[in-house]
T-cell receptor, first 113, second 115 residues
Framework: DVKVTQSSRYLVKRTGEKVFLECVQDMDHENMFWYRQDPGLGLRLIYFSYDVKMKEKGDIPEGYSVSREKKERFSLILESASTNQTSMYLC????????????FGAGTRLSVL | AQTVTQSQPEMSVQEAETVTLSCTYDTSENNYYLFWYKQPPSRQMILVIRQEAYKQQNATENRFSVNFQKAAKSFSLKISDSQLGDTAMYFCAFMKTNTGNQFYFGTGTSLTVIP
């Protein structure tokens, strides 16, 4: 079974803090994704990566950055957390374009106070 | 931009009955994939079913089937013999074939199966 692991289920941070959300997959997948999930808005893509050290902006990249130093790990960084970044964050991975099923982690619920 | 619309924010169904969740999408592409994902309460999102646009035959997966109408850009999910474990948020998703796997999700339908 594919396993996508997000380091924290719940996280509480203060406004202005630098926040790291970590995601690790164990199936040698090429592609990795970060989404945020908000009620009534569905899932919105923040960033994705199709290879080590490669990244592409999604639909809502403002206020976020990412890092992919190793194939199995994709980190989402909030440089200076703000209250409007309180949300559920989902990480996903997929093998390649031909095997286009995305596998999701359990999610990190982030609260910024 | 691609848009995916789920017009039913909430639905309920009696156990053992059949329910259909609606999804429409907007695209100028001819080749693409469509998906239904399920997110049970406090649990991981998992794939329910996938449809390739170039295939006319509707996908089925046990009690789950789709009605794919390409001309109408409609992709509904039918759940037969509903079970309590089907209670979840269901998301419809669209993926172009040439975008490196970028998905576009609908806003979700919360389905409750009533005992």
């Amino acid at each position: 079974d594919v396993k996508v692991t997000q380091s924290s289920r719940y996280l509480v941070k203060r406004t202005g803090e630098k926040v790291f959300l970590e995601c690790v997959q164990d199936m040698d997948h090429e592609n990795m994704f970060w989404y945020r999930q908000d009620p009534g808005l569905g899932l919105r893509l923040i960033y994705f990566s199709y290879d080590v050290k490669m990244k592409e902006k999604g639909d809502i990249p403002e206020g976020y950055s990412v890092s992919r130093e190793k194939k199995e790990r994709f980190s989402l960084i909030l440089e200076s957390a703000s209250t409007n970044q309180t949300s559920m964050y989902l990480c996903a991975s997929s093998l390649d374009v031909s095997k286009n099923i995305q596998y999701f982690g359990a999610g990190t619920r982030l609260s910024v106070l | 931009a691609q848009t995916v619309t789920q017009s039913q924010p909430e639905m309920s169904v009696q156990e053992a009955e059949t329910v259909t969740l609606s999804c429409t999408y907007d695209t100028s592409e001819n080749n693409y994939y469509l998906f239904w994902y399920k997110q049970p309460p406090s649990r991981q999102m998992i794939l329910v079913i996938r449809q390739e646009a170039y295939k006319q035959q509707n996908a089925t997966e046990n009690r789950f089937s789709v009605n794919f109408q390409k001309a109408a850009k409609s992709f509904s999910l039918k759940i037969s013999d509903s079970q309590l474990g089907d209670t979840a948020m269901y998301f419809c998703a669209f993926m172009k074939t040439n975008t490196g796997n970028q998905f576009y999700f609908g806003t979700g339908t919360s389905l409750t199966v009533i005992p």
